[in-house]
């Protein structure tokens, strides 16, 4: 890939909360266990969103967004996390004090009738299989929890801190041979998931980012959305059910197949197995390669907005 | 009743009638033949499954009406109607006012009125419900498992071999038949790929199921029909409503049934209230006829390891089967026999009914699925018998249970035979002391 030439990253106002001590790595507990994750801070900045290089007609053109500071959890979602969320007799069980009648109200995962692991196993593997409802709700989940808005990272957010100031394919760099020092794909673990935070990181922090599992972003996919997308902090919010991005290719992708900039989409098929109607809204039982991180916005949205985001009806699918 | 678990007796009894197509006098309806030009539907259970299965019937693409509905429930066949109607339309989904049965007899009334049935209720029922369908004459997809108890098990034997009589097609919901990776894997082993099977492992671990809540103003038996996964008499158990399948795998490696199982089991996790009466693990061997042995584990501990799949030992190799597709025989040294492809499989949900209509519509009897269904499901119950009694349980004790769990009366008003204490838990069995059979 040839490197693009103009490209600034700005820190202008990025300088502020480096400076203040509240936009700094944290560790998120979950409150009355020893269940926590971690989160960097992606500061505020502009990029160039897309790939005029690249083979794929949606990635183009290269565009100049400007996204606002945020967190990012270092880490996919695991199950040790999810599986919380996903029983709350398993949360009960683990949680020294009782829990808030707010989360116990919450409404949860329908616990799934098939094995969602896959038989790769869950200490420290990715909860895999979500819808994206899931994913959100589990965000819900968290913010009862914590009091913190979790949520999941636009498009725009997720290639912003993929990129970490890069202007290449990944990264580090363009040399697919490369990507198995960073990522768990098709070449290095063609069968399964594994453990998070083996690889290396990229420059600000992120573990696993591409490679593993794939990302929910909280974004319909439209393959036409850069030519005149927003130029601050773009967002496609999802009306329609299908397709959805995701980010970040999995291990079932070749090294060719993944990069900073690919888009994938939601796919209905992966709950044509699904033997129920109305089908699942919370699983896709083949879908074991999609996952979750979170982000959380440096400066949160109103309380209207956060409870809008979170009860968001989920759409019929059958 | 005798015991009769010869290779030959399995194989006559297995998913697919083998010798081909058999010549059969089941002519369809002149309904069909004649003026209307189109199959009749009815679905007997309108949970997720029963709404399920009608959606795979009418995506066959034969000509099908879905004619008649029947649940215990009126918001639960309201709730399976609407998606019906948003997805096929009034053309297809010809269901007046009049053809919506409720209640505990509304089967009867809803199989009256079609060519073909899908029997969805909660498993306790299916007996009955079986019963009925081929009294009525008719084709019949019914889901697994397919009763609770032994008593259930003797009259779905008796129904069985009544449906083979008047060669009514009996596809049954343990779809793994249906997937490709079982078909072409289980062929293998039974043409000797890996030498004659002497042991297996079989697993259902997961996290478990829904939980429905007691609501105010509920009956008893309201109570227990909502919530029914953890009541023996309409759910089995987990080992017979879930690793009924794995088992199911283990009876079609092996081509016989065991004719013992002996095992422990328990709540260890799952313990609440709501939790009703059922164990939350079994742990088991089954031993056949040749003196091999099966290992069987089931539980719904949520945090722990997630197992769900099926393992042999042949004198010449092994066998990895899962439901993800996987369908892998080696060698003892490690080399590969077969390696089932993952890719692009149908969907298995969806096969068995492509299957089902082909033939009802040709006029075809091809299945005849309910006699190793009920010998499957048996062996979960033999196996749940072992464990709540801590007892040694042979076939023949086990099918000649006179245990009867189910209610004297089916009301609303009635009571089951399970209650609650004063302090709103249920009793459950204790092994060395609970009478199962």
Known sequence: MIKKTVFLLFFTLAARYWEDSNFEPYTQQIPGTEVQFDLVPIPEGSFLMGSDESPFEDEKPTHA?????????????????????????????????????????????????LDMTFGMGKEAKPAVGMTQYGAIQFCHWLYLKTGIFYRLPTEAEWEYAAKAGSETQYFYGDDPELLGEYAWTAENSPESTQKVGQKKPNPWGLYDIYGNVMEWTSDQYDPNFYQNSPKENPANPAEKLYPRVIRGGSFKHNSEEIS????????????????QIPKSQWWFPEAPFLGLRVVRPLIPPSPEEIQAYYTQAPISDY | MKNQNTRRDFIKTSALVT??????????PGAYAATENHLKLAVIGCGGRGTGAVFQALETGHPIKLVAMADAFRDRLDTSLKPMLDKYGTEKIDVPEERKFVGFDAYKHAIAEADVVILASPPGFRPSHFEEAVKQGKQIFMEKPVATDAAGIRKVLASAEEAKAKKLNVVVGLQRHYQNNYRETIKRIHDGAVGDIVGGQVYWNDGGVWVRERQPGQSEMEYQMRNWYYFNWLCGDHITEQHVHNIDIANWVKQSYPVKAEGTGGRAVRTGKDHGEIFDHHVLTFTYEDGSVIHSECRHFPGAANRVDESFQGTKGKVYLSAGNHGVLTDWKGNSIYTHDRENNPNPYQQEHDELWAAIVKGEYKFADAENAAKSTMTSIMGRYATYSGKVMTWDEALNGTVDLFPEELSWDALPKILPGDDGYYPHAVPGKTKVI
């Open chain 1, 65 to 113: 967004v400007k996204i606002d500071a945020f967190w990012m959890g270092t880490h996919e979602i695991t199950w040790d996390i999810f599986e919380l969320f996903l029983d709350k007799n398993y949360e009960l069980a683990l949680t020294e004090e009782p829990i808030s009648e707010l989360v116990d109200g919450l409404t949860r995962p329908s616990i799934p009738y």
């Open chain 1, 260 to 275: 900073s900039t690919k888009r994938y989409v939601s796919d209905p098929k992966w709950k044509q197995i699904d033997p």
């Open chain 2, 19 to 28: 010798g081909g197509v058999l010549a059969s006098p089941f002519v369809l």
